[in-house]
């Protein structure tokens, strides 16, 4: 069975990271953490185990980002999945400074669907959303994701 759902990504980057990002050009991913918002209606856990991989081929603007991380986390808004650009309003909202403009929402009206964080505003949006770890969930036989 294939789970509808939300998620946001947590990534890392170590040091400053200049990147080739498809039609948005390239841009200069300053050191630091970043908070990416998507959704996945057609396979939640199949997108998510996607993004967190190193070994994809690129399809997405993240995929650009999160190759070149140092890490990237994942927490999903499941079963009660909070809709995309919400979630990304909330991210806003609990302190999250919008970035890279037309990031990661060409099907939609939002600035971005990528910001620049702190632990204390993730923290606080994975609490507000109720957001699960995602390498918490595992399927009904016990096996992880």
Request: charged letters at 20%.
């Amino acid at each position: 069975m294939k789970r509808p759902g939300t998620y946001i990504l947590v990534i890392a980057l170590g040091s400053d990271t200049v990147l080739d990002v498809g039609a948005l050009g390239t841009l200069t991913f300053p050191a630091g953490t970043y908070c990416y918002v998507g959704s996945a209606m057609g396979g939640l856990d199949q997108r998510v185990s996607r993004h967190i991989s190193r070994e994809k081929k690129v399809r997405w603007h993240i995929d650009r980002l999160t190759i070149a991380a140092d890490s990237v986390e994942a927490f999903v808004s499941y079963p009660d999945w909070i809709p995309e650009c919400t979630l990304a309003s909330m991210a806003e909202g609990c302190g999250m400074v919008p970035f890279a403009p037309g990031f990661g929402c060409s099907d939609c009206k939002c600035r971005t669907h990528l910001f620049r964080t702190t632990p204390e505003d993730t923290a606080r949006l994975i609490g507000e959303a109720g957001l699960i770890s995602f390498s918490l969930i595992s399927f009904p036989s016990g096996k992880p994701l």
